[in-house]
């Protein structure tokens, strides 16, 4: 894996769990009894934003770790999937 490779696995890495962190501790504007006019009861109160970026930064790079640790060493490959053997390298012809 190359070294672009290696940060495009990190950044779908990170917004995958910046999506799953986000809705930790939500509180919305209408449960907190402070509705700013002109925007839904459901938007949050206060999003912490900077705060989950750090969360999900410090995460998905043990994520993104593991991931690429498994591509580098090949401990799974493309082969370890072919059930049917599609993947057998060509037969070698004298």
């Avoid at 999506?19 to 912490?48: I, K, N």
């Avoid at 410090?58 to 053997?85: C, N, P, T």
């Amino acid at each position: 894996m190359g070294p672009v490779s290696a940060l495009v696995l990190y950044a779908v890495v990170w917004f995958m769990v910046f999506f799953v962190v986000l809705p930790l501790r939500y509180v919305s504007q209408g449960e907190a009894g402070d509705v700013v006019p002109g925007t839904h009861t459901s938007a949050p109160a206060d999003p912490q934003i900077k705060r989950k970026a750090k969360i999900t930064t410090i995460w998905a790079f043990g994520i993104w770790a593991i991931i690429a640790s498994v591509i580098w060493f090949e401990l799974i490959s493309v082969s370890d999937f072919d059930w049917r053997d599609r993947y057998l390298p060509p037969p070698v012809s004298d």
